[in-house]
């Protein structure tokens, strides 16, 4: 079995995040992709984010319509700040995988910033690191040693991020094209976003 670990705050989670993830299962022959919301990110806890309730639920309702991709709770259960080398390690031994059969996708961003995260090389170790283009990153800014030992995903770059949708509800803007229906209508009814 081959898994995809996918994490981030998903706040609110968006159509680029789904189509990294569709992108991954497609083009790397992977069984399932799991998305994990962090209950506290280490470089987020400056940051305001929505109460893992919510998160949890807007990510329900935008994988919904996707067969292969799931949702793990694990990070969130753990509570306190969650460092990805902890939750590779968990999900291998609870789920027996090798580092070839266990993904872990992150964006180009998240990669210039990796030497900056927890055990970096160990994350490098112990699974098969994928990255995901974005706009405004390019593969020249991230240390060579990190670029030569990650696969590049071929996906398009789609300039949506879940600061601006944030923004956009906050100034009443249409977020229609950027987030799913069922998350637009979650955000609506629950007033969140909103100062």
């Known amino acids: ?27 790397l022959n992977i069984d399932r992709a799991i998305f994990i919301p ?3 990110a280490p470089h987020k806890t400056n940051v305001k984010i929505s109460s893992a309730k919510d998160r949890l639920a807007m990510l329900r309702l935008a994988i919904q319509p ?6 793990s709770e694990l990070e969130i259960d753990r509570k306190g700040i969650s460092y990805s080398i902890d939750t590779i390690i968990q999900i291998k031994k609870a789920l027996s995988l090798n580092s070839e059969n266990l993904y872990f996708l992150i964006g180009a961003d998240s990669l210039a910033e990796l030497h900056t995260w927890r055990q970096p090389e160990r994350i490098l170790d112990e699974s098969r690191v994928v990255v995901a283009g974005r706009p405004h990153y390019s593969m020249d800014d991230v240390p060579v040693d990190y670029r030569n030992r990650v696969e590049i995903l071929s996906n398009p770059l789609m300039d949506i991020s879940s ?6 509800v906050e100034r009443h803007e249409s977020v229609r094209h950027l987030i799913p229906e ?14």
């Open 163 to 168: 600061t601006d949708i944030r923004q956009k």
């Open 38 to 40: 962090a209950f506290l």
């Open 182 to 195: 069922s998350v637009a209508g979650y955000i609506n009814i629950h007033k969140l976003y909103r100062t």
């Open 66 to 71: 996707y067969p292969g991709l799931e949702i």
């Open 1 to 27: 079995m081959r898994i995809c670990l996918y994490g981030g705050t998903f706040d609110p989670p968006h159509n680029g995040h789904l189509a990294i993830a569709e992108q991954c299962l497609k083009n």
